[in-house]
């Protein structure tokens, strides 16, 4: 009888790390051996517990980041202080995931250099033009 219910056990545990619901909006990065496999996308999937695991959780919504205040030189060098909001999506999860150590922080560093680079190429009166874009 001890028997019967731990092979039960065993069976309901292998059953719930072998089943994978991945809700909509949402990839699962699967690895197996630690080395990437393959990509989950939304709905029922399977994975082959011991050998393979999910790594990385994405969601594909589109995420508000906000960019840090900085100073930046105008053309006239005038010194503004400006901040901003990015919006992104993750389009290709694999990337990442394995792409760079911390893409949040990538992201916002190139937000920050574009955003001066930008603001060097204007004069005061033209940022105040087109603050909203």
Do not use: W
Not at 41 to 63: C, D, M, N, Q, T
């Amino acid at each position: 009888m001890e028997i019967a219910i731990a092979l039960a056990v065993i069976a309901v545990i292998f059953i719930t790390r072998t089943i994978k619901i991945v809700p909509q909006q949402t990839a699962l990065i699967v690895e197996r051996l630690g080395k990437y496999d393959r990509t989950l996308v939304p709905g029922l999937k399977f994975v082959i517990p011991f050998i393979e695991r999910v790594a990385y959780r994405h969601s594909l919504k589109e995420v508000p980041l906000d960019v840090p205040s900085q100073v930046c030189i105008t053309k006239d060098n005038t010194q503004l202080q400006v901040d901003g909001i990015l919006f992104f999506q993750i389009t290709d999860p694999m990337r990442a995931s394995y792409g760079s150590s911390d893409y949040l922080t990538a992201i916002t560093q190139l937000a920050q250099t574009t955003l001066r680079s930008v603001i060097g190429k204007m004069e005061l009166d033209r940022t105040f033009e087109e603050r909203d874009l």
